[in-house]
């Protein structure tokens, strides 16, 4: 019954790292990066579909992203979704493909980007937290089925995989703002 609980509160606690995870990919950081467009949604033949299912993604420089449509006639359509996104990015269409040049963010958007980040890691964390939270009481509830000693192993199994966890997410901040600050 421990093990379960324990098991549980890891495959949360690592579900919040992948979510912390996908939300840092998604911050732009002057380099290409398709997963910036993927998920971006596009109103074709009157639904609505994510990019990824309408279009191929290659990054030939670091500082461009080209979209190859499966079907041309889907490129206005792209661009308009393009243009309402909240990226800034203007879109390059020659009737085949479409180029995304990202430029140099300035040192002010960096600042902007990283405290987004941080946020997201702290929201991150208390996540973590929370999953903690739910398994201490858990376990408190299995108080008349196990040995006290069980319960004080399993409260520090809990401890130290929720700092472990933690620390996960505190290196995907190191390495986000590190990439933001690169110039």
Same mark, same amino acid.
């Given at each position: ?9 890891n495959l949360l606690m690592e579900s919040s790292v992948e979510f912390v995870t996908g939300q840092f990919a998604v911050v732009r ?29 290659? #990054? ?16 206005? !359509? ?38 987004? #980040? ?7 964390? #208390? ?41 996960? #997410? ?6 986000? !703002?590190?990439?933001?600050? !690169?110039?």
């Amino acid at each position: 019954m421990i093990d379960e609980v324990l098991e549980e509160a890891n495959l949360l606690m690592e579900s919040s790292v992948e979510f912390v995870t996908g939300q840092f990919a998604v911050v732009r950081t002057g380099r290409a990066n398709p997963q910036i467009v993927q998920n971006l949604r596009v109103n074709y033949y009157g639904a609505s579909l994510p990019l990824q299912q309408l279009a191929n993604f290659t #990054v030939p420089d670091p500082r461009l992203l080209v979209i190859h449509p499966y079907d041309k006639s889907a490129i206005p !359509e792209i661009e308009k979704a393009l243009h309402s996104s909240t990226l800034g990015i203007n879109p390059a269409n020659d009737g085949v493909l479409i180029r995304l040049a990202f430029p140099p963010l300035t040192e002010e958007r960096r600042m902007e980007l990283i405290r987004i #980040v941080r946020r997201q890691a702290e929201d991150g964390r #208390v996540s973590i937290r929370n999953v903690r939270r739910g398994a201490k009481s858990d376990l408190e509830a299995l108080k008349g089925l196990c040995s006290d000693d069980d319960l004080h192993r399993a409260e520090r199994k809990l401890q130290d995989l929720t700092d472990q966890t933690v620390k996960q #997410v505190d290196e995907l901040l190191k390495r986000k !703002e590190a990439e933001l600050l !690169e110039v």
